[in-house]
């Protein structure tokens, strides 16, 4: 699996994961991009290794991405049990090995699902984030003692390597939110603003008065402030408000 025919070098797994961070649109296209880059790298000809990445970021639910459809199946068992090799590989921060489900007592209802799938040993890489983000790459094989020493050595140097892309990914991905949470609160105010202005006008009234008036239809219409601002700006006949920030 891991051999010079497969392996590719440090500097061209390098290269690659940082040319998918820049081509992604986002941090889930990475990681399905991700997922099949290790599943190629990790597997031989004939033998196939199944590759998924789990991900959980603080108060967002987790993302699975996966080498192949047989791959997504069983990665979802993930968050099927409260206890599973990817949650512990995150959460202690090293790897786990299952050699052979059938043997392994250590989660008994999840070893039963995955050799349900034919699934025999299981391999969970904690990948080195920031901050509340987790991930793990999982790696399935029908084959029971699948990963020895010099495999998961190498699995281990691969997970490495992709660590600081991934750490990339999510770190743009934090960026991008940020800038539409900006560009929407920016948007936001502009129409409260401008609603606030016109009732200003109407009601010749000071603005922390037009902003009562506004805050009150809010409460009594059961509405959203942004949206009966909204509402009053339409009211004049000018269209849906446009705003010039390009963020």
């Known amino acids: 699996m891991a051999g010079e025919s497969t392996a590719k070098t440090d500097t061209s797994i390098t290269e690659h994961l940082h040319e998918l961070v820049l081509n992604s649109s986002d941090v889930e296209d990475f990681l399905n991009e991700l997922a099949q880059v290790s599943a190629r790298n990790l597997s031989q000809p004939g033998d196939e290794i199944m590759c998924a990445i789990t991900l959980l970021r603080q108060r967002k639910a987790a993302t699975v991405a996966s080498s192949s459809p047989d791959a997504k199946a069983i990665a979802h068992l993930e968050y099927e049990f409260s206890e599973t090799p990817s949650l512990t590989a995150s959460t202690v921060q090293e790897s786990i090995h299952v050699p052979d489900a059938r043997d392994d007592g250590r989660w008994p209802e999840y070893s039963s699902a995955v050799l349900a799938q034919g699934i025999r040993s299981v391999l ?34 691969f997970v490495g390597q992709t660590s600081l892309a991934l750490r990339l990914a999510v770190r743009f991905a934090h960026y991008s939110e940020t800038a539409a ?41 059961n509405s959203k402030l942004h949206d009966v601002a909204a509402a009053v700006v339409n009211s004049l006949g000018q269209g849906p408000v446009r705003t010039h920030y390009d963020g």
Not at 141 to 157: H, N, T, V, W, Y
């Open 124 to 157: 969970a890489l904690p990948f080195q984030l920031e901050g509340g983000t987790k991930a793990a790459l999982l790696l399935y094989s029908r084959q029971p003692g699948r990963f020895e020493p010099r495999i998961l050595e190498f699995a281990e140097d």
């Open 181 to 221: 949470n900006l560009r929407a609160t920016l948007e936001s105010r502009t129409v409260i603003d401008m609603a606030v202005g016109i009732i200003m006008a109407q009601n010749r009234c000071s603005q922390q008065d037009a902003f009562g008036i506004l805050k009150t239809a809010s409460s009594t219409r």
